[in-house]
């Protein structure tokens, strides 16, 4: 299915791997000129080149700058003042109990998995509503609805994004511009299956197996029973910034592979 993309310029945050580089994939496979995001000019600029031999028909450019500073900000704003599409993707997330968490780290979290997204909304929607047109989408997580007790400084970041979301898409009436959040649950990014991988790392199981001894212990409750892949949620992201999906309005999207026990 054509998604109708093609020419749109998308700004990925986040982007050099994970979620963000599954997306930023999938974007540039409906023919999106995705401006890569990282801290690391080395890994953006490997990434946009490995865009570049997938998809020669796309521009793919560099957007590296550590969006928590406020002057990096304000240099990637000067270099790339206008996007159609702005997902916001970056995030930070570590395993901590309550007790853990001292008011610096919930300053940090608050301001890489919030204040940075809400400054790129600040910036790029007005555009996008002179435009009278755009997407912007969150990418957040089944903690936000659900949170587990093991993460309480990130499940409390990803809660604050569905009420931005919503709180935005109400600034966007009568246009054609919309905001959204994703929900993704357990996805297989990098670090993720290189913790498996060495969980297992004595057993002489693929990966697979391994994949399904790890959710069997560890999260009997996902229905999908295997982490959600990161081109999974890069697909459903393109269709959220497709025409085709007008209707959707400040909408807390679930892809959480059934973890997520309740009907809404």
């Not at 953006?44 to 796309?58: G, W």
């Not at 521009?59 to 990637?76: F, G, I, K, V, W």
């Not at 400054?119 to 989408?137: D, E, K, T």
Request: proline letters at 5%; one cysteine or more.
């Amino acid at each position: 299915m054509d998604m109708e993309l093609k020419g749109k310029t998308a700004l990925i945050t986040g982007s050099t791997r994970g979620i963000g580089k599954g997306i930023a994939i999938e974007l540039a496979r409906e023919g999106v000129h995705v401006l890569i995001n990282g801290r690391h000019d080395n890994e953006v600029e490997q990434t946009v080149l490995e865009l570049q031999a997938m998809f020669p028909d796309t521009s793919p450019q560099r957007a590296t700058a550590d969006l928590t500073d406020r002057a990096e900000r304000e240099a990637l704003f000067g270099k790339h003042p206008e996007v159609d599409i702005l997902i916001n993707s970056m995030g930070i997330y570590e395993l901590m109990s309550y007790e853990q968490v001292s008011d610096e780290v919930w300053e940090t979290y608050f301001r890489t998995n919030v204040l940075a997204a809400n400054a790129l909304c600040r910036f790029y929607m007005p555009g996008m509503i002179s435009n009278g047109a755009g997407r912007i989408v969150f990418i957040a997580s089944e903690e936000a609805i659900m949170p587990s007790g093991q993460m309480p400084q990130y499940c409390m970041t990803k809660s604050m994004l569905l009420s931005l979301s919503k709180t935005l898409s109400k600034l966007t009436a009568g246009t054609e511009v919309t905001v959204n959040t994703i929900l993704p649950g357990p996805t297989l990014s990098e670090n993720v299956q290189s913790i498996i991988e060495s969980i297992y790392a004595d057993e002489l199981l693929d990966f697979e197996a391994k994949e399904i001894h790890f959710m069997k212990k560890n999260l009997p409750q996902s229905e999908l029973q295997r982490f959600i892949r990161p081109a999974e949620i890069g697909k459903m992201v393109a269709f959220v910034c497709s025409p085709f999906a007008s209707s959707f309005r400040g909408s807390p999207i679930r892809m959480d592979g059934g973890m997520v026990p309740t009907i809404f």
